[in-house]
């Protein structure tokens, strides 16, 4: 389990405290075994996942499913795909022709064959599938072929450099399991590869997975399995930490990342590639007048935003596709609230601003400061919280007009991940159709690498931020989880990914 993508966390259901205790452990007491190699490690979730099936879930709930299932190829400390998982080989035989050797002999949990034939099913399935998340990453893709058992061939119409890439955040489903069940059949008792093995649920309370005896690589699991719990109010979080009634708290806001380092807790803070961002729909009212996406992204600051409600634990960030922390855009808008008031004149248009509750730290504080910022330019804003995997359907079938605020993930950290991901007609999105950014998108796939394609990447970022004001970045998070004191081994990867194959208590 060498790298897991990014953590996201979704949907909120309230956690009962009969829920703690079928964790185990000790809540009065807080006694545990040290360094039990079969202790269950019990993990605190901002809120219960959506859905463990990787191909119709947004990647959210990885932190559960990616104890299960692998990824088709992993990626080192810097985020490069390497040829240690599943996929252990690729060349680009020509500009529009990849071969991948698939590792032999690995079975699923389930003892299906995780061959070339799985490896193209699932990519067909990612590729096809309606309700496919990654799907406007591979409409390029023309055929899909296993050429015997372990050698998958892939063409693509135009070429297309980051093909290996995207390899990196498609989980392998086993073929007739996947089938026989369909996908929310899957999701309710996944199959994979992993350290991990299904364990078991309680529905609204908890999400079990043991360790995999038979896993068949070297990152085996050196505890029992993990229990995820969820809480969506930071106050719970943190206090369950406290009562040692969990081991591993995550998503603490400042707040309670401080109260925990004053009781002695240890916690972690890592500044994230996860960019919260405020999508503003230029196809409906009000916002298919170009003038009031401008008056929006002018009215916001996110400087404030990040002093006002972090106290400074995030990270002001105003390009769209600069996706690893550290990289700036070329251009970018600041905050002109006098500008913004002086557009949008005496209309007061009607401004709904979705987001997904209980899914990010401090989001609603967040939206409301969207929406004072609004209101004081001259909007009349309404607000639609919605839990996460509603508001993820409601993205993809263009059902929300004006604003929706939520994180952009760079899962592979090349630029056309958000690029193919949002600014094109036919993406994730959809919020922003415009044929020169279609075709731009396009011929920066074409390039060699990323490194080719970084000037027409910083155009892109222009149109879409700067000139068109279809997009707000907002700021980068930065992500704090406690642990107990005896809990050990919690590896929290460059894009909140999370490995608890060495976790110990």
Request: charged letters at 20%.
């Amino acid at each position: 389990m060498r790298s897991r993508r990014p953590l996201a966390l979704v949907a909120a259901v309230a956690l009962a405290a009969t829920g703690l205790a079928a964790c185990g452990g000790d809540a009065d007491s807080g006694t545990t075994a040290k360094s039990d190699p079969n202790a269950t490690i019990r993990a605190l979730l901002a809120a219960q996942p959506a859905t463990l099936d990787p191909i119709v879930g947004a990647r959210s709930a990885q932190i559960v499913w990616a104890t299960i299932i692998e990824p088709l190829i992993t990626t080192d400390d810097k985020l490069a795909p390497t040829k240690n998982g599943l996929i252990t080989d690729w060349s680009r035989t020509d500009n529009t022709t990849w071969t991948f050797k698939v590792r032999p002999g690995i079975s699923f949990s389930n003892g299906e064959k995780a061959d070339a034939a799985a490896v193209a099913n699932t990519l067909t399935l990612t590729r096809d599938a309606a309700a496919s998340q990654l799907k406007s990453y591979f409409t390029n893709v023309a055929t899909i072929e296993a050429t015997d058992d372990t050698t998958v061939t892939v063409k693509t119409k135009t070429p297309q450099y980051n093909i290996a890439d995207l390899l990196t955040t498609v989980y392998l489903v086993p073929p007739a399991y996947y089938k026989e069940k369909g996908s929310e059949g899957f999701a309710a008792a996944p199959i994979g590869t992993g350290p991990y093995v299904w364990g078991g649920s309680n529905a609204g309370r908890d999400i079990s997975v043991k360790k995999n005896p038979d896993y068949w690589g070297e990152n085996k699991a050196t505890n029992g399995g993990i229990t995820f719990t969820w809480a969506n109010e930071a106050a719970q979080r943190l206090a369950l930490i406290q009562s040692k009634s969990v081991d591993i708290s995550f998503d603490l806001p400042p707040a309670q990342a401080s109260a925990a380092k004053k009781a002695g807790i240890e916690v972690v803070s890592t500044e994230t590639a996860m960019k919260i961002i405020a999508f503003l729909d230029s196809t409906k009212a009000p916002f298919n007048d170009p003038k009031l996406r401008e008056a929006a992204a002018l009215a916001i600051d996110r400087d404030a935003i990040v002093k006002g409600i972090f106290d400074g634990q995030a990270v002001a960030d105003a390009g769209l596709l600069n996706v690893k922390p550290g990289e700036k855009p070329a251009k970018s808008v600041t905050a002109d609230p006098n500008k913004a008031k002086e557009l949008v004149g005496s209309s007061a248009p009607a401004v709904q601003i979705h987001y997904p509750a209980a899914q990010y730290t401090n989001i609603e504080e967040v939206s409301q400061a969207v929406g004072g910022a609004l209101e004081k330019a001259g909007f009349k804003v309404s607000y639609v919280p919605i839990d996460y995997g509603t508001l993820v359907k409601r993205v993809v079938g263009r059902q929300v007009p004006g604003i929706s605020i939520f994180a952009g993930v760079p899962n592979v950290a090349v630029p056309d991940f958000f690029a193919s991901g949002f600014l094109k007609t036919k993406s994730i999105t959809g919020n922003c159709p415009d044929p020169q950014l279609d075709e731009l998108t396009a011929k920066a796939l074409e390039q060699s690498d990323a490194a080719a394609a970084a000037p027409m990447y910083e155009q892109l970022n222009t149109i879409g931020v700067v000139d068109k004001h279809c997009y707000v970045p907002l700021y980068r998070q930065i992500f704090n989880y406690a642990t107990a004191n005896n809990t050990k081994g919690v590896v929290f990867g460059p894009l909140n990914t999370v490995d608890f194959t060495k976790t110990t208590r």
